[in-house]
């Protein structure tokens, strides 16, 4: 079983920083791509960026140029740093790990932190 500690989260105002941190047991990042979803009210999750265990990572549009997917390996933790902040950013952001061959082999999830922007 994989567990997944996020932190991180908080209230940010309009064009500030936060850097999300996901810390993951066991050698997560050697089978699991790594990904932070997120879930505004009302709306479906969905994926903001991933990493796979080979090191290649994808983003939402939405974030391109401003978020961050990286990870420190011998610390078996993902982060996401998130700049220039915008309203709609805010929503729960939740840490997953995929198993790379299929999500039948292992899918797990964070417990999710608010992230708010607001001025």
């Known amino acids: 079983q994989v567990q997944l500690v996020e932190s991180g989260g908080g209230l940010v105002q309009p064009g500030g920083s936060l850097r999300l941190s996901c810390a993951a047991s066991g050698s997560t990042f050697s089978f699991y791509t790594m990904g932070w979803y997120r879930q505004a009210p009302g709306k479906q999750r969905e994926l903001v960026a991933a990493?796979?265990?080979?090191?290649?990572?994808n983003y939402v549009d939405s974030v391109k140029g401003r978020f961050t997917i990286s990870r420190d390996i011998p610390k078996n933790t993902v982060y996401l740093q998130m700049n220039s902040l915008k309203p709609e950013d805010t929503a729960v952001y939740y840490c997953n790990a995929k198993h790379s061959l299929s999500p039948a082999w292992g899918d797990y999830w964070g417990q999710g932190t608010q992230v708010t922007v607001s001025s």
């Open positions: 990493i796979t265990s080979g090191g290649r990572t």
